[in-house]
């Protein structure tokens, strides 16, 4: 169950990242193309050129790019720094939605620049919003929350209720995306979808539906997710706009699928594969074939769910995606072994293995001779078993997986045992209890670490208390002092414009007192708010880390530039190969600091997660106690892979194994338990 959701998931970053809009056509564009065709003023050209750079980001990045160009060139000769700005807002824009980051900040730098110096605040803001967006996409947050907060307080100041709609939405993809807080990015879009009802804006109302779909759909909240993604679907299926109906197909049935509604997961993921042919929108289909193939693989019709991937396959080879070609020849694989079937088995396993080399994804490597291993194991080819798992194993060392390591120890033991070699028996089983024990004194100081936060948070509670006595005594004073007051003022009222005057003046005292008083509870309340707010304090810490590890990626790509050498896994050379990899990933970005770090940033919060997870589940390896931290902060497959150093597929490679490892039900989903824990 778990690895089809992996190749879901997998492909859903297909469809979510590489959907590249088609050149669909409107009346506002048809209208537009003939303006420009008959325009001969230059000026007009230029608004024109710009209105179809901004009308074209629904339909083709590419002719955005093209007319934007074409209008800045024009501004240039006109000398009209106006529309020069504006044209470099436009291609800014349509690099940004192009993944081309730099080229956009470029450009929209320039357009900055000159809107002020004409102290154009309207465009300005319009700037700081598109500015807020490279930077989260950049995930530098704080960068991205200034030119936010920036451009919402100049919309404000000039009562532009557009642009602080527009604010309010990107506040909450930040908060979905980024920062995975669902409760805050729900919240900003609603307020944005508020203000979009009054202004009547149908464009921004269907992106704000779209966006709150797709936060349900990160919580697995099936049934809004689907009221809110069919809305938006209405308005793209009125207006033409078939490569959004795509992504919406695809949510819906990626969504059906991880809450194991396999009917309704099917119906929609048929849509994307219909569609997607009447497009010939080549990785559309490659998905729509690969996601039916692992329903149909779950409903044990693997007959079928082998037509459907080789489908899969047939467009992938056709387009040259090894990534998702690699996982293709991975599904087959497992399909052909459910068979007993293990001449294919071994040869896709072995096509996913030479994909993985040629792709530098060291990690997968390990889970795939291992998968190697397991297909020879249950062959009885106990040699070439052993022979792959020892590779495995000399991988599994880079990444100081030592549960791994002493499950690969335990099984070789086993292997030699039939093998009657006792004394490579009893080696490698005293090995694998080197490294239990070792596990289980790393247990016990976490024990005790989790006893001494427990002490500590008991006491932060008694004074949150003592705080608590001191805010109401105050609170009961201020009443007090009230009474006085009024009693004060009655008998004041009945003198004398003499005793009137002393009246004010008492008043005015007293009025200072219960300021004073007031303000005194209120330090007070911030003061228990700061201590209830410390253990929060850690969880800020840990996502900073994690966003530290994850600008660690750059040493990523230097590691794969040098695996390029490693060619053939039959070379006799295997050796020298991993030898090394070995070397380049001893730099690898989650170091034992890193961990170290991490881990304990991350018991300040959670306490008791570790230790009731090896209660539960028995000793887990630090591999999957680090997948399972990660899974508890609710971050996303592709950013653990980040974090990790792996890519996306193999993050939900580990899930499956970790599901299997605790026999966890197929209706059962591993992070909601691991969020329960």
Known sequence: MLKNLKSILVFSLLIFFTLVLSAQTNDKIDSLENLLKKEKNSIVKIEVLNSLSSEMLSFDLIKSTDYAQTALKLSETE???????????????????????????????????????????????????SVGNYYKDKNMIDSALYYFENAKKIAEDIKNQEIVAIVLLNYGALYSNNLADYSAAEEYTLKALDIINKLKNKKLEIQAYYNLGIIRKNINDEIKAEEYFLTALDYYVENNYEMKQLNVYWSLGTIFYIVDNNEKAKFYYNKLLQLSIKKQYNNGMAAAYHNIANILQNENKIDSAISYFLNAEKINLQTGNKYWLSNNYSELSYCYLEKNDFVPAYNYIKLTIEIDINLKDSSSLCDNYNYLAQIYLRNSKLDSAVYFFNISNEIAFLFDEKETIKDNYRFLSQI?????DF?????????????????????????????????????????????????????????????SNFILTTFILSLIIIIVILYRFVTIKNRRKTEKLEYEKILLEKNTEIKENQLNKAKSEIKNQAFLILGKNKIISEIREELSAIKDIHSSNISTEIEKISELLSTRILTEDNWTNFKQKFNDVYPHFIYKLNANFGKLSAGEIRLACLIKLNINNKDIGSMLGISPESVIKSKYRFRKKINLADDKQLDELIAEI
């Not at 030699?416 to 009657?420: I, L, V, W």
């Not at 490294?435 to 247990?443: A, F, G, P, T, V």
């Not at 006893?451 to 004074?463: A, G, M, T």
């Open 423 to 483: 004394k490579n028996a009893f080696y490698f089983l005293k090995k694998s209890k080197e490294i239990s024990d070792s596990l289980i004194s790393l247990e016990k100081k976490e024990i005790v670490e989790e006893l001494e936060i427990k002490y500590n948070v008991s006491k932060k509670d008694i004074e949150i208390e003592k705080n608590k006595s001191v805010i109401q005594n105050l609170e009961k004073d201020n009443k007090i002092k009230a009474l």
């Open 416 to 420: 030699y045992e039939k093998k009657s």
């Open 79 to 129: 000398k009209n720094d106006k529309l020069i700005a504006l044209s470099s807002l436009s291609i800014g824009n349509a690099y940004y939605f192009r993944g081309k980051l730099d080229s956009a900040f470029f450009f929209l730098n320039n357009s900055l620049k000159i809107y002020k110096q004409q102290n154009s605040k309207k465009d300005i803001a319009k700037v700081f919003v």
